[in-house]
């Protein structure tokens, strides 16, 4: 039995939607341009993440000297760019380069060098990408 041919039954939900959105009513162009959209907007998320990654990494290199490395976190002068990129890779590292305090980028890479001291050193230097 087609579906027009079917008696409604009154009182009874029949899984019909009658005040939905007609998206063939649209058209094929609204769908389209409506995931555009939404690819666009999870590109940007993806670019923003690269961004934050990347500001840290400038931040860090710009304020602090290799000195403050070598000295405080008591690390090998060959072992600064890969420790800055052990650190980038955090999640954490990105909700601090939200607001990029000196202070709490300090305390964090206290904490950092810490956990990188602890792995092998062949192990410390696969954080670099190339």
Not at 62 to 83: G, Q
Request: glycine share 6%; hydrophobic share 40%; charged share 30%.
């Amino acid at each position: 039995m087609r579906e027009y041919e079917r008696p409604k039954v009154i009182g009874v939900y029949g899984g019909s939607m009658p005040y939905g959105a007609d998206l063939l009513g649209l058209g094929i162009g609204a769908i389209v341009g409506t995931v555009k959209v939404v690819k666009k907007i999870f590109k940007l998320e993806k670019e923003t993440k690269k961004e934050k990654e990347t500001m840290f990494k400038e931040y860090v290199v710009a304020n602090f000297k290799d000195d403050y490395f070598v000295r405080k976190l008591k690390l090998e002068p060959t072992e600064i760019s890969h420790f800055i990129a052990f650190c980038a890779i955090d999640p954490k590292s990105k909700i601090i380069s939200e607001d990029l305090n000196i202070f709490t980028v300090m305390d964090f890479m206290n904490e950092k060098s810490i956990q990188f001291k602890k792995l092998s050193p062949n192990s410390r230097k696969f954080f670099i990408k190339q």
